[in-house]
C-alpha cells in the first residue's frame, strides 16, 4: 500500500544552517506530494507541494522537488532561522481523499 | 477567517471511560476528516465526511470509535470505552471540495492530545 519514509529526528541546527529533511514514498501510479509543518502550540499547516513529477514546491525558503525516478520529495532550505523551529511532516495523496504521513521530523534551530 | 478548531485541547482519562472529542471546520467545507497520531508514529487517516455521510471509514481503528457529523457541521469523535493504546493526537481537518482533486489543500486544527492512564 501506500506509504511515507522520512528521515527520523530530531535535528538540531545552528542559525543560517542549511537544512535537509529527506522523505521518500512507496505508491503506484502519480501521487501529489506534500509537506506539512507544526508549529508549537499549532495545527498543521501545509508548507508546501508537487502534484507531479519534475515540479518543484516552494514557500517561505523551503523547496522540494518532486522526483519520481527515486520515489523523494526531500525538503531543503538553504538558511535556516530559529522560527524554522517545528515538527516537519512528509505526506501523499494518492487515489481518495486521505493522506499518508511519514513519522515526523523535529527541528530545532539554535541562534 | 477562522481556521479548524478542535475541542478539548487535552484529555485525560482512565482506561475505561468515555471521552467526546469535537471538531468545528471552516465554515463552508463539507468535507471533514479525522486523523491520528500515536505517540512518535505516524499521522494516520481515520475517516472523512461528506456533509453528514461517511464517505470513507476505513481507517477507524475498532468500534470502540464512534464518529458523527449530524447537520454536516461540527462532527465529534466519541472512544467508547477507552484503551491505553487510544493516548495519541487526534486530528481533525476540513476542505471545501474533496472530488479527489490531488492537489486540493486540508486544513488541519491544532489537534486534541489524550492520554489513557
Known amino acids: 500500500g501506500d506509504s511515507v519514509t522520512q528521515m527520523e529526528g530530531p535535528v538540531t541546527l545552528s542559525e543560517e544552517a542549511f537544512l535537509t529533511i529527506n522523505c521518500t514514498y512507496t505508491a503506484t501510479g502519480y501521487p501529489s506530494l506534500f509537506w506539512y509543518v507544526q508549529y508549537p502550540g499549532e495545527g498543521l499547516q501545509l508548507l508546501l507541494k508537487?502534484?507531479?513529477?519534475?515540479d518543484k514546491g516552494s514557500n517561505k525558503g523551503f523547496e522540494a522537488t518532486y522526483r519520481k525516478e527515486t520515489t523523494s520529495f526531500h525538503l531543503e532550505k538553504g538558511s535556516v532561522q530559529v522560527s524554522d523551529s517545528a515538527v516537519y511532516f512528509c505526506?501523499?495523496?494518492?487515489?481518495?481523499?486521505?493522506?499518508?504521513f511519514g513519522t515526523g521530523t523535529s527541528l530545532t534551530v539554535i541562534p | 477567517e477562522a481556521g479548524v478548531t478542535q475541542f478539548p485541547s487535552h484529555s485525560v482519562i482512565e482506561k475505561g471511560q468515555t471521552v467526546t472529542l469535537r471538531c468545528d471546520p471552516i465554515?463552508?467545507?463539507?468535507?471533514l476528516y479525522w486523523y491520528r497520531r500515536v505517540m512518535g508514529k505516524e499521522i494516520k487517516f481515520l475517516l472523512h465526511f461528506v456533509k453528514e455521510s461517511k464517505q470513507d471509514e476505513s481507517g477507524m481503528p475498532n468500534n470502540r470509535f464512534l464518529a458523527e457529523r449530524t447537520g454536516g457541521t461540527y462532527s465529534t469523535l466519541k472512544v467508547q470505552p477507552a484503551e491505553l493504546e487510544d493516548s495519541g493526537v487526534y486530528f481533525c481537518?476540513?476542505?471545501?471540495?474533496?472530488?479527489?482533486?490531488?492537489?486540493?489543500?486540508?486544513?488541519f486544527g491544532p489537534g486534541t492530545r489524550l492520554l489513557v492512564l
Open positions: 481537518a476540513s476542505s471545501q471540495d474533496g472530488s479527489g482533486i490531488l492537489g486540493e489543500t486540508q486544513y
Open positions: 508537487a502534484t507531479k513529477a519534475d
Open positions: 505526506a501523499l495523496r494518492h487515489t481518495g481523499n486521505q493522506f499518508y
Open positions: 465554515s463552508g467545507h463539507d468535507n
